[in-house]
């Protein structure tokens, strides 16, 4: 099933177009000949003629993107300077922006300032090309600091590359910027992908990046050709629990309260050792034995006494391949495996992607490993849905995506907080921002995936920036559910509520516990 749905759902992903994250207007200032002289500010106007703006927001290795490598930062104070609000910056010495497009020319606008280094620009692998980031007093706003000259018609690559050396004049700092990129001589008349029709695109909320640049969606399969169908819960996706008493009766229990069976059980295996997480003797195996509905099964890349480089370097292979025949041994061979989840997180889950490169090789092995011995299993990539930090994909998930081949699901993991969404509004703008359900469904159409929300609930932990009982929130997520499944054209195949239970410190998001959330679990159950 796992060879055969990325074959099926290949021939779908249309070529990338050239799209851009963020409003397409630009800078007219130009720094002049003097890397000193003040900076004129930006006009605001878009650029006029066949251009094609990249924002710093277009982060990918696709053709109309930007790879940042580790060590980049997004702006906090100053980000009014950018026209769309949001540029890229590093300190790091040897810290790259690798920019990919397609035309006969290419411009790059950044913010210069009295600290900045000198960096250096290469096309095509040329001879690299100087670019001072100084000036004093600071440019107000991004200033073209490089055009290329006139190049070839078709795809080329240019490489910023942030130096040890600076100008004399510079002190007190280093810094090196990347706010976009102009392309001349592109293809005409493309067009971004349409926004969802869940709701109206609202305004993001300050400091909220644009979601990231993506290939126009492809045409989603018939119901047919979704990988998960037959659902006992005669919901057109599969809906399912995740629970911390991790047994069938918990579960059975859950479905019977709602009026409808479960279809998933979010399991969660002892991840204290190689044999507890992929042995045939986990738990999970005999917790759920004759459950009915299949297993969306949360794993980190390796136990605490694990790490990336070895994991990237093949190491653990062996391992992943025993679980994949712990599964199918285990009658659980066509589960949902969510690989690493939440990797873009900074909390305590020691896998996260604190390596970008190496944590995308890194689930690349496990996948490939898994897939040799259970074939069956759909590989799910999942991030957090709240936010990514500097230290985690550059500042985006998307930047740790691993690749078409080694994923069937793209997911996201969406509570009620960090922020809450107490209106229509707030829901929406957060539906709507970098990491939310609007942007993973986004991706999931453009690279041909499915989509899950297999974590997913209100929050009444109320030291946090929470919901609480939020009646609101659920009516909301339950009908964008409704509104991105198969039948309605989208690619959503798999959700799972977390009915966490009553101790202080996690979501307390439980719809059935004493301590629960009365108003929200009236209108849960009033939907099933």
């Known amino acids: 099933m796992r060879r055969r749905l990325r074959s099926l759902l290949a021939p779908m992903v249309v070529a990338t177009l050239l799209s851009c994250g963020g409003p397409t207007v630009a800078a007219d200032g130009d720094a002049g000949p003097d890397p000193s002289a003040p900076t004129p500010p930006s006009t605001g106007e878009a650029p006029a003629g066949d251009v094609t703006v990249i924002q710093d927001t277009d982060t990918g290795t696709e053709v109309g993107q930007v790879e940042l490598s580790d060590g980049w930062e997004a702006c906090t104070t100053t980000c009014a300077k950018a026209p769309d609000g949001t540029y890229q910056w590093t300190q790091d010495v040897g810290a790259t922006a690798t920019l990919r497009f397609s035309g006969t ?58 130096t040890e050396r600076r100008n004399p004049a510079s002190a007190d700092g280093s810094a090196v910027t990347f706010d976009r990129a102009e392309v ?177 090789e890194c689930f690349r092995k496990a996948s490939t490993a898994i897939g040799s011995t259970a074939p069956d299993v759909l590989i799910d990539w999942t991030m957090n849905g709240h936010g990514t930090p500097a230290s985690r994909c550059g500042g985006n998930a998307f930047n740790c995506y691993p690749g078409d081949e080694y994923v069937d699901i793209v997911g996201i993991h969406d509570y009620d907080w960090y922020p809450a969404a107490p209106t229509q509004a707030a829901f929406d703008a957060r539906a709507n921002g970098t990491h939310g359900l609007n942007a993973v469904h986004e991706f999931a159409k453009a690279h041909g995936k499915w989509m899950s929300v297999l974590e997913w609930g209100v929050s009444s932990e109320h030291s946090k920036p929470v919901g609480g009982d939020n009646a609101l929130y659920i009516q909301l997520q339950l009908d964008w559910f409704a509104a991105h499944d198969v039948e309605s054209g989208g690619r959503l195949v798999a959700e799972a509520y977390f009915d966490d239970g009553c101790t202080a410190g996690n979501a307390r998001s439980s719809l059935t516990a004493a301590c629960g959330n009365p108003n929200a679990a009236a209108a849960y159950n009033g939907r099933f």
């Open 105 to 162: 020319g290419v411009a790059l606008f950044g913010v210069k300032e009295p600290w900045a280094h000198v960096a250096t620009v290469a096309v095509d692998e040329g001879e690299p090309v100087d670019v001072d980031y100084y000036a004093s007093p600071e440019s107000e706003a991004p200033v073209e600091v490089f055009r290329s000259s006139e190049l070839a018609a078709g795809t080329h690559t240019l490489v910023l590359t942030m």
């Open 184 to 360: 001349t001589g592109g293809a005409p008349g493309e067009e971004p992908p349409p926004p969802s029709t869940t709701a109206p695109p609202t305004t993001e909320p300050p400091g909220e990046e644009p979601p990231p640049s993506t290939a126009p969606p492809p045409p989603g399969p018939g119901p047919g050709a979704a990988p998960i169908t037959g659902n006992r819960s005669g919901l057109t996706w599969a809906s399912g629990l995740g629970h911390h008493n991790q047994t069938r009766q918990t579960y059975d229990a859950f479905g019977t309260w709602r009026g409808r069976p479960l279809d998933v059980a979010k399991v969660f295996p002892d991840r204290s050792s190689w044999d507890t997480i992929v042995g045939p003797g986990s738990f999970i195996y005999g917790n759920f034995a004759g459950f009915e509905g299949r297993f969306a099964v949360a794993v980190p890349l390796f136990p605490k006494s694990g790490n990336l480089a070895a994991c990237a370097g093949g190491q653990y292979d062996g391992q992943w391949a025993t679980f994949g025949r712990s599964l199918v041994g285990g009658g659980r061979g066509n589960s949902i495996v969510q690989l690493g989840w939440e990797f873009n997180g900074d909390y305590g889950f020691w896998w996260n992607a604190t390596n970008t490169e190496q944590w995308k």
